[in-house]
Structure formats: C-alpha cells, structure tokens
Nanobody, 127 residues
Framework: QVRLVESGGGLVQAGASLRLSCSAS????????MGWFRQAPGKEREFVAA????????YYSNSVKDRFTTSRDNAKGTHYLQMNSLKPEDTAVYYC????????????????????WGQGTQVTVSS
C-alpha cells in the first residue's frame, strides 16, 4: 500500500493553470499506476487521467485531453497533474489514486481498480 497526500488546489479564473501534486510514501512508488479522479457536486466520481508505472503511457478523459497533462517523478515519489486552460466545468474535488500492477504499460480508468486514495484537493474555476 501507499499513502497519498495531495496539494496544489485553489481558486482561479477561467483560462488559468494549476498544477496538482500527489506525494507518496514508501519505497515502491514505481510499482503503481497513478490516476487522477474528480468529483463535482451532484456527480459521480469520474476518471480524469492516468499514467503507467514508468510514465511511458498516459490516458485522459475526453473532457480534459489536450488541456491536462499527467506526469510522475518516481525518484521523488511524486505524481502531478498539470491543468491548463481551466474551465468552470473543471470545478471539483480532485483525488490522487494508486493501483499496484506487475505490468509496465498498464493503465486503469475505473475507481474500483485503485486501492489507495488521497484526501482530495478542491479546484474551483470562476468565470
């Protein structure tokens, strides 16, 4: 298991950028697929982005592709979500999640595939 702590959320205007960080404890960070999910009021928790163990593969939801970029630094045990051209519809609580896998290129997009979760960080985009 891995313990995750998120940071970087805040209040910004439409069109601005934010970078979310997710710091992981332990020595096995490179064994995990890392994902980002978000949950807006009245909506289900939805997939945002995921990155494979080495960072060689990424996958994004249609609503954020070409605007968001996820990356990781395995040496530092940190996972990132760079969010550009933010829209009011991006307003949500954003969660970092980890899923252990033996496969280097595997990604997951369902919340049920992730066993470890951060506490969430609020992102609010005003118009």
């Amino acid at each position: 298991q891995v313990r995750l702590v998120e940071s970087g959320g805040g209040l910004v205007q439409a069109g601005a950028s934010l970078r979310l960080s997710c710091s992981a404890s332990g020595r096995t960070f490179s064994s995990y697929v890392m994902g980002w999910f978000r949950q807006a009021p009245g909506k289900e928790r939805e997939f945002v982005a995921a990155i494979s163990r080495s960072g060689s593969s990424t996958y994004y939801s249609n609503s954020v592709k070409d605007r968001f970029t996820t990356s990781r630094d395995n040496a530092k045990g940190t996972h990132y979500l760079q969010m550009n051209s933010l829209k009011p519809e991006d307003t949500a609580v954003y969660y970092c999640a980890a899923a252990r896998t033996l496969y280097e290129d595997t990604i997951y997009w369902s919340p049920r595939d992730y066993a470890d979760w951060g506490q969430g960080t609020q992102v609010t985009v005003s118009s």
